[in-house]
């Protein structure tokens, strides 16, 4: 079955980084595009960052261009989040996603908390 799990959020300052991974199984990884999400509370789970199968396109969300960077290897079967210059208003759950087969598929998400 497809499982995505992820790893690496954390309270921090602001200005500062986080690493976050997603480690993917039970599907075919190297076909797939993958994305991150996050949802802060009373909000709506919102698209972060996205990357091709090939991790040869990418595409992100205004809020967070020059800050993300969407990376993947696809030899680990793992996507990754660095997020750079860190806002308060980036503080949410972000989760990792794929879309199987027209299917949705989530995380569990991790916390990320961006304060002083």
């Known amino acids: 079955q497809v499982q995505l799990v992820e790893s690496g959020g954390g309270l921090v300052q602001p200005g500062g980084s986080l690493r976050l991974s997603c480690a993917a199984s039970?599907?075919?990884?190297?076909?797939?595009?993958m994305s991150w999400y996050r949802q802060a509370p009373g909000k709506e789970r919102e698209l972060v960052a996205g990357i091709s199968s090939d991790g040869g396109s990418t595409t992100y969300a205004d809020s967070v261009k020059g800050r993300f960077t969407i990376s993947r290897d696809n030899a680990k079967h793992t996507v990754y989040l660095q997020m750079n210059t860190l806002k308060p208003e980036d503080s949410a759950i972000f989760y990792c996603?794929?879309?199987?087969?027209?299917?949705?598929?989530w995380g569990q998400g991790t916390q990320i908390t961006v304060s002083s």
């Open positions: 039970g599907f075919f990884f190297s076909i797939y595009g």
């Open positions: 996603n794929v879309v199987r087969r027209g299917v949705p598929y």
